[in-house]
T-cell receptor, first 113, second 111 residues
Framework: EPEVTQTPSHQVTQMGQEVILRCVPI?????FYWYRQILGQKVEFLVS????????KSEIFDDQFSVERPDGSNFTLKIRSTKLEDSAMYFC???????????FGAGTRLSVL | GENVEQHPSTLSVQEGDSAVIKCTYS??????FPWYKQELGKRPQLIID?????GEKKDQRIAVTLNKTAKHFSLHITETQPEDSAVYFC??????????FGTGTRLTIIP
């Protein structure tokens, strides 16, 4: 069964550094999402992306965050200047169309020191 | 925006008994309600979902009910097994496509 894949599985970075989290959505999917989950808390929506543009973003998704689909397969989340509170598990998700279910990747654990 | 409340936060049941987890939502425009199971350190996995034009859906030991008027939906797991132990999240989705998750229920099945 096709899966959403994310790399790396764990990223450790110093506060203030830039990180790029990578996702390869399922190949025929058109809608892409980033969520984050702080340890022990619920999954929170960050951003949705469709047709090469952001369709919605949460208040968490401030100017330090950006997303990109640089080619036909990758979907990236960039955090420009990481803060301690950015430490979380970041999940990428994709869906084929607006009525189908969202499939989640295994996540990237980001640790900001 | 949408707000999803989930109860209880923890639930322990004897193996073989039933478990029920309840969620309420605030946005009457929400029309899709999935349930995800998350095992420790793993990705959320969809176990069942329901759309607002349906009141109940069942898949083997798992069922979901939806009351649109009261804006609440519930997950029912019957004949629970040790492998059902996990954190379960409900979610709601409206026209904006984003999922709003509940706070999760840690379900423990006692052998």
């Amino acid at each position: 069964e096709p899966e959403v894949t994310q790399t790396p599985s764990h990223q450790v970075t110093q506060m203030g550094q830039e990180v790029i989290l990578r996702c390869v959505p399922i190949s025929n999917h058109l809608y892409f999402y980033w969520y984050r989950q702080i340890l022990g808390q619920k999954v929170e929506f960050l951003v949705s992306f469709y047709n090469n543009e952001i369709s919605e973003k949460s208040e968490i998704f401030d100017d330090q965050f950006s997303v990109e689909r640089p080619d036909g397969s990758n979907f990236t989340l960039k955090i420009r200047s990481t803060k301690l509170e950015d430490s979380a598990m970041y999940f990428c998700a994709s869906r084929q169309d607006a009525k189908n279910i969202q499939y989640f990747g295994a996540g990237t654990r980001l640790s900001v020191l | 925006g949408e707000n999803v409340e989930q109860h209880p936060s923890t639930l322990s049941v004897q193996e073989g008994d039933s478990a029920v987890i309840k969620c309420t939502y605030s946005d009457s425009a929400s029309n899709y309600f999935p349930w995800y199971k998350q095992e420790l350190g793993k990705r959320p996995q969809l176990i069942i979902d329901i759309r607002s034009n349906v009141g109940e859906k069942k898949d083997q030991r798992i069922a979901v009910t939806l009351n649109k008027t009261a804006k609440h939906f519930s997950l029912h797991i019957t004949e629970t097994q040790p492998e059902d132990s996990a954190v379960y999240f409900c979610a709601g989705e409206g026209g904006n496509e984003k999922l709003t998750f509940g706070t999760g229920t840690r379900l423990t099945i006692i052998p």
